[in-house]
């Protein structure tokens, strides 16, 4: 048994190497492009590197251990053992060593990691993948490729291929089995923490052929073809292209900024985005929420500029993230910021921001590697990240990380260090499941709705604590803060189904002295989403925002009024007149505000918008 073990932890050893070697190869035919490099940036690559290839070398032993259990109870099955351990490995061995060198040539053509889309044009379009391939040096693609399989199966021969022998049942092996079972779920999943490792934990830099190297091809690979099937077609082709392309064209008219109310009395203020975890309309007593839940926001939004008909593109964070950042509307089944091939041809309000003098950073009580988050607010512009690892560990005080309070305090010490004008960006978290808070309530009662309201209410109070704080600040009377939440929430209406349009409906809010006398406390009932932020922000300071081609400004009057949002499969179609949810999988309305009303005109504008944002994913 501790033989078998051995062997096992060899195979672990050789497959960790056999990454190792890919990643050399990689740089050093990268090395034109990374030549201004200092000697730790490489070291950083190769650092970083190593929790993606712990997981990846952890999925090409599970096989042979998967057969070695049966071993321990069935003794004939040995011989097959012995017989596939080989062969699996040598398989492994020239797949990889393909791979990896189809993976150079993707990254020069492509500037992403061998994925899904590679796959697919390889299978489907040999012959455009061969002409394609034509300016590429092959001869060196060919021995790099033979090198590497070589040097791969010398040492796995020399080294690690090896004979298990036979084992006498023992009761103690059936405790092996979960031991090892749990060792391996730990590698796979990459340790016990909330989420399970994806590509941001390779992600350290904003120079993306950094983070790209220390990916791991196969792991990334792997990920890419389980997150897009590789014959992927748009599965919502409601219309003609030729009528869901004039649908969108007449959604989003051409509109001249002059029209625009101009709110700001400084060209370029700082800007601070509360992002608000889960905080739907329903706990703001101003936008027609209980009152009692957010008094300081309703006083923000009543002393600033309150929008008060605003939809959330979709229903988790994920989602809500990439909406209000890089105006791209949720795509339903999918999550664009799991694939950083596609998510970084989006653009981005930080990066817009950046190239107009704008210092951009992110604030977070959690884990920045959730979701993908860190990976994707790195390729945005975003230079530095403030996550769980810059807070005390007495302050981890809650499943998610520091609560609320801790992350103000530390957004304000941050604000006191910053050249201006700033785009500071702060993710809350206290208003995420399971609503623990660190501190009494006035809110009675421990069921569901009553545990949403504690803790919207305890974010509430934290907001009133840092406005407070920052009144004090030198840059408070030259500071935007813009408050908005990334999804609305079943809670505390309890809401019984996933497509709810009063869920989806959030706050925003512009609020601090930069804005104009004859602004403050106005209501802005445009219909919109999390999407226009992008456009209305960047309209405001005089900045180009077409590339933002499904944002539209929601203080100019010839901005037409509409909402889009998704949610699993399905999505709702939000106009001043009439609100349609349709089913994805059936094609079927299953909520209809205004059945009496012309249904066909609003539903073949949702289809439209369903449509193109989901065949831009996949060009993407």
């Given at each position: 048994m501790r033989k078998s073990s051995f062997n096992f932890l060899k195979l672990f050893l050789f497959w960790i190497a056999s990454f190792l070697v890919h990643r050399i190869v990689f740089v050093l035919y990268h090395v034109t492009s990374i030549n201004q490099s200092k000697l730790s940036d490489y070291w950083q690559i190769f650092w970083h590197s190593i929790p993606l290839d712990l997981s990846m070398a952890a999925y090409f032993v599970a096989i042979p251990v998967v057969l070695f259990f049966f071993t321990l109870f069935f003794s004939k099955t040995n011989q097959l053992l012995n017989f596939c351990y080989p062969k699996i490995n040598y398989f492994f061995i020239v797949l990889i060593s393909i791979i990896d060198t189809i993976d150079l040539h993707i990254y020069t053509e492509w500037g992403t990691k061998v994925n899904s889309r590679a796959i697919d044009f390889l299978i489907n379009s040999p012959s455009e993948a061969l002409a394609s391939s034509a300016s590429s040096p092959l001869l060196l693609g060919i021995s790099l490729f033979l090198i590497q399989l070589f040097l791969l199966l010398w040492i796995y021969h020399k080294y690690i291929n090896c004979k298990f022998e036979k084992i006498n049942f023992k009761y103690s092996h059936v405790i092996a089995i979960p031991v090892y079972s749990l060792i391996l779920i730990l590698f796979l999943r990459g340790g016990t923490q909330l989420a399970p490792i994806n590509q941001s934990a390779a992600y350290f830099s904003n120079n993306s052929l950094y983070n790209h190297a220390a990916v791991n091809t196969e792991?990334?690979?792997m990920a890419s073809i389980l997150q897009n099937n590789i014959n992927a077609k748009n599965p919502y082709q409601f219309v003609s292209d030729s009528i869901a392309k004039n649908e969108i064209l007449d959604l989003y008219p051409t509109t001249n900024d002059e029209s625009s109310n101009q709110i700001l009395t400084i060209p370029k203020p700082n800007?601070?985005?509360v992002i608000l975890e889960s905080f739907t309309s329903d706990v703001v007593g101003t936008f027609g929420g209980e009152a009692n839940v957010c008094p300081s926001l309703s006083k923000i939004a009543n002393e600033g500029i309150a929008f008060d008909s605003i939809y959330a593109s979709g229903d988790r964070t994920d989602k809500g993230l990439i909406a209000i950042l890089s105006a791209f509307?949720?795509?339903?089944?999918?999550?664009?910021?799991?694939?950083?091939?596609?998510?970084e041809k989006l653009a981005s309000l930080p990066q817009s921001l950046k190239e107009n003098g704008y210092e951009p950073f992110f604030l977070y009580g959690g884990e920045s590697e959730f979701a993908n988050f860190k990976s994707y607010l790195l390729s945005t512009g975003i230079n530095h990240i403030v996550d769980r690892n810059n807070f005390e560990s007495s302050q981890m005080n809650s499943k998610w990380g520091a609560h609320d309070g801790y992350l103000f305090d530390k957004l304000n010490k941050e604000l006191e260090t910053?050249?201006?004008p700033f785009f500071a960006i702060t993710l809350t978290l206290s208003s995420h499941e399971p609503f623990e808070i660190p501190i009494e309530s006035s809110f009675k009662g421990e069921d569901l709705p009553q545990l949403f309201r504690k803790s919207a209410n305890y974010t509430d109070q934290c907001i009133e604590k840092f406005m407070q704080a920052a009144k004090?600040?030198?840059?408070?009377d030259q500071t935007l803060f813009v408050f908005v939440a990334d999804h609305g929430h079943r809670l505390p209406k309890s809401y019984s189904t996933a497509y709810d349009f009063r869920k989806f409906r959030i706050p925003l809010i512009f609020a601090g002295n930069v804005i104009k006398s004859e602004f403050r406390g106005k209501r802005i009932h445009m219909l919109g989403s999390q999407t226009d932020l992008a456009a209305t922000i960047l309209s405001q300071l005089k900045m180009e925002h077409q590339q933002f081609n499904w944002s539209k400004d929601l203080l100019n009057k010839d901005t037409k009024p509409f909402a889009f949002y998704s949610y699993d499969n399905g999505f709702g179609w939000v106009k001043p007149e009439q609100t349609i949810v349709q089913d994805n999988i059936n094609k079927q309305i299953i909520f209809n505000s205004q059945p009496k009303l012309n249904t066909e005109e609003?539903?073949?504008?949702?289809?439209?918008?369903?449509?193109?944002v989901f065949e831009q994913y996949l060009a993407y």
């Open positions: 792991w990334n690979l800007i601070v985005l509307p949720s795509q339903a089944v999918r999550s664009i910021i799991h694939q950083p091939d596609k998510f910053k050249k201006q004090k600040e030198k840059w408070y609003n539903l073949q504008q949702g289809q439209s918008y369903m449509q193109k």
